[in-house]
């Protein structure tokens, strides 16, 4: 049994295979605007266990849009001054299908040397590597502060 299809039948087909779209409609975003937005908020300080470094969730790309696909940090340092600053670790963001995200992020170096002074950046990106700029930078001793709060610096060289 052979079956006809009613013009109408087929326009309607046509139309929405003709009307239906997916993704974002208008005109691509150039990629400056959707990295991540620079983090301001880098604090470091000595602990028992190391250096604690503490920052913000960017919530924003640089155009200014929501945020939904943050996939990690990279955490950079410098160990002398003047020095250039290296890729410690990688911090991945694994709490993108949660209701509540994570607002502050925590790291602890524990690979510092007593009575040194270490500087930090962090360096956020999203999951297809859309890359920040480096945040502000946070300098912390690497000497826990003792029960007067003070903390040993190292002499100047």
Same mark, same amino acid.
């Given at each position: 049994m052979t079956g006809t299809h009613s013009p109408a039948l087929i326009?309607?087909?046509? +139309?929405?295979? $003709? *009307?239906?779209?997916?993704?974002?409609?208008?005109?691509?975003?150039?990629?400056?605007?959707? %990295?991540?937005?620079?983090?301001?908020?880098?604090?470091?300080?000595?602990?028992?266990? +190391?250096?604690? $470094? *503490?920052w913000g969730r960017p919530r924003l790309y640089t155009g200014g849009d929501r945020m939904r696909? %943050?996939?990690?940090?990279?955490?950079?340092?410098a160990d002398e001054p003047g020095a250039a600053f290296e890729t410690v670790s990688t911090v991945d963001v694994t709490d993108l299908e949660r209701f509540q995200q994570t607002k502050q992020f925590h790291w602890v170096d524990k690979a510092v040397e007593h009575e040194r002074t270490?500087?930090?950046?962090?360096?956020?990106?999203?999951?297809?590597?859309?890359?920040?700029?480096?945040?502000?930078?946070a300098v912390s001793p690497s000497t826990p502060p003792d029960a007067n709060g003070r903390t040993t610096e190292p002499a100047p060289e």
């Open positions: 326009l309607l087909i046509v +139309g929405l295979c $003709l *009307t239906t779209g997916c993704g974002r409609k208008g005109a691509p975003r150039p990629a400056e605007d959707v %990295l991540p937005e620079t983090i301001t908020t880098l604090e470091a300080k000595p602990t028992a266990d +190391g250096i604690e $470094l *503490t696909d %943050l996939g990690g940090f990279w955490i950079q340092r270490y500087r930090y950046r962090v360096v956020s990106f999203t999951l297809d590597r859309y890359v920040s700029a480096p945040s502000n930078i």
